[in-house]
């Protein structure tokens, strides 16, 4: 690597973290605290393999625990495996274009990711999405590596660690296994198929079996954790149709609309069609290995199915769309450093200049995510119930963000004054699904957030919570109120 090079890449990392930190995100009160609290569950050695499918990501499960073991559970620790994997993967695709075209290519692609806001956003939530897309891309990466190596030897230990890193990529979150498609149109596209190719899988076989492996020690059923995803979807094509999708025949065109209007992708889906079909019409070779792999996965997940017992959509959120983002922000900057004069001198700063502007722009409003309860507010309420031998009583969401904030505190008495099943998806059973009274709450501490709760009413209109909710006892004593505003998080006590 030229030194220059290396300046300018350690520019380009210094700003991506730069980006990353002021705009840190921290663990949303949604999925991001069901693996926080599997997570420490796996730490402190009580965790007891719930039938949730969260609590079966085993790879991305006992990353987090490790940092919990060393750090604490706090936003930081919660959220280094994400942001490591994110800067890793600006790395890993400056080799994918120094690699494979040259190091202007992967100094571009490097730069473009460090902005991409859907890449910014996730990279400091406690979510599966950018760690397993990395190692995916990682294994992509070797794959293609070992098919230009000429040493048979070096090749073969390549395609090994290529299958490794995609088997863990599996156990960090199971949509990576669409990598097959690409794979599959791989070999058809250049007809050819090597018996070197089987060693690819060992690595998830080796991956699949400590799955396994997991599951019987934890549960006594190997195939647990196959049963939980399948009941999981069961569940979620029945009570949610189309995931967020339209209906049929819409929902197809679902992913091509999200991409040009979910503010998570900026403005970069406006020109990364163009890119493809520039060198899909002038057969650029070297560029067709990342055209297989953007528009297989792409095609797949915007029709494709979950699953292969029924027609299940794959759920219609953008952060699915994590593993095609190397391929996609590598055509992109393949274009930007096309040597035509026009593309040199006007359309290439024009874009750049276009996506920076806006990407910033973007991850600043999407940064404004409110888990409803922030650190410092609850710092501020913590002191009144941390050491109370009385109950605290909230409702589900709030329980388990007030759970993470106190790093899972195991003096506070915590309970529910509401819940429902469907919001850790699966079917209810009648004894799951309940909501008290307020007067029902006798001596005891009630936490009141309203914010949380209208922001899950918006969400889940069916969800129900004791009908004086806005307007609690009289003879309840507020202790504290976390600001001025109706909306404000409020601890009361009810005699």
């Given at each position: 690597?030229?030194?220059r090079?290396?300046v ?15 705009f ?7 999925d ?9 569950d796996?730490s ?6 719930p ?5 079966t ?5 006992y ?16 959220a280094?495996?994400s ?6 993967g ?21 730069f473009l ?6 890449d910014?956003?996730f990279s400091?939530?406690?979510l599966p999405d ?29 395609y ?5 890193a995609m088997?863990?990529a599996?156990?960090i979150?199971e ?18 198929i090597?018996?070197s ?5 060992i690595g ?14 934890n549960?006594?059923d190997p ?7 399948d ?9 949610r149709g189309?995931w967020?999708?339209d209906?049929?025949?819409m929902l ?13 992708f ?8 163009l890119?493809f079909?520039?060198?899909?019409y ?7 290995p ?7 996965l792409?095609?797949y ?12 959509p ?9 593993i ?25 700063p024009s ?5 920076l502007?806006?990407?910033i722009?973007?991850?600043a ?7 409803g309860?922030d ?15 009385k ?5 589900f969401?709030?329980e388990i ?5 106190s790093?899972?505190?195991k003096?506070?008495?915590l ?7 469907e919001l850790i ?6 004894e ?15 936490i009141v957030?309203?914010k949380l ?7 889940k ?10 307007n ?24």
């Amino acid at each position: 690597m030229k030194k220059r090079t290396l300046v300018y890449l350690t520019g380009i990392i210094l700003f991506a973290l730069l980006l990353r930190l002021v705009f840190f995100t921290g663990a949303a009160p949604s999925d991001d605290l069901l693996y926080a609290q599997f997570a420490n569950d796996i730490s402190t050695g009580t965790y007891d393999t719930p039938d949730d499918h969260h609590a079966t990501r085993f790879g991305f499960l006992y990353f987090i625990s490790f940092f919990y073991t060393l750090f604490g559970v706090n936003d930081i620790s919660s959220a280094l495996l994400s942001l490591l994997s994110s800067m890793g993967g600006i790395i890993l695709i400056f080799y994918f274009g120094k690699e494979f075209f040259d190091e202007k290519v992967g100094l571009m692609a490097a730069f473009l990711l460090s902005f991409f806001p859907l890449d910014v956003i996730f990279s400091t939530r406690l979510l599966p999405d950018v760690p397993a897309a990395f190692f995916l891309s990682l294994g992509v990466f070797l794959f293609l590596k070992g098919e230009k190596e000429k040493i048979i030897a070096k090749r073969n230990i390549t395609y090994i660690f290529s299958g490794l890193a995609m088997g863990i990529a599996y156990l960090i979150k199971e949509i990576v296994a669409l990598i097959a498609v690409f794979f599959l149109v791989y070999v058809l596209f250049y007809r050819k198929i090597k018996w070197s190719y089987l060693l690819l899988g060992i690595g998830p076989v080796l991956c699949l079996l400590i799955g396994l492996y997991l599951f019987w020690i934890n549960t006594g059923d190997p195939l647990f954790g196959f049963q939980s995803f399948d009941s999981y979807w069961d569940f979620a094509i029945n009570e949610r149709g189309s995931w967020g999708r339209d209906t049929f025949p819409m929902l197809l065109f679902h992913f091509p609309h999200l991409v040009v209007t979910d503010f998570n992708f900026g403005l970069f889906y406006s020109f990364i069609p163009l890119a493809f079909l520039y060198f899909l019409y002038f057969k650029k070779k070297a560029a067709h290995p990342f055209l297989i792999w953007g528009i297989s996965l792409l095609a797949y997940i915007s029709f494709g199915s979950a699953s292969i017992t029924r027609y299940a959509p794959i759920p219609g959120v953008s952060r699915y769309l994590m593993i095609v983002t190397i391929p996609t922000m590598l055509i992109l900057a393949l274009f930007l450093r096309e040597k035509n004069l026009a593309i040199k001198k006007v359309i290439m700063p024009s874009i750049l200049t276009i996506l920076l502007v806006t990407s910033i722009g973007l991850v600043a409003r999407l940064n404004k995510y409110d888990t409803g309860i922030d650190a410092k507010s609850f710092n501020s309420l913590y002191p009144y119930i941390e050491n109370s031998d009385k109950k605290i009583y909230t409702d589900f969401r709030s329980e388990i963000v007030i759970n993470y904030l106190s790093g899972y505190d195991k003096n506070l008495i915590l309970e529910r004054f509401n819940f429902h099943c469907e919001l850790i998806g699966r079917e209810c059973e009648e004894e799951d699904t309940f909501v008290m009274e307020f007067s029902e709450i006798k001596d005891s501490y009630v936490i009141v957030n309203p914010k949380l709760i209208k922001g899950i009413l918006s969400m889940k209109p069916f969800i129900k919570f004791p009908k004086d909710i806005e307007n609690p006892p009289k003879d309840w004593v507020t202790v504290k109120k976390l600001g001025e505003s109706s909306d404000s998080t409020t601890l009361y006590y009810a005699p």
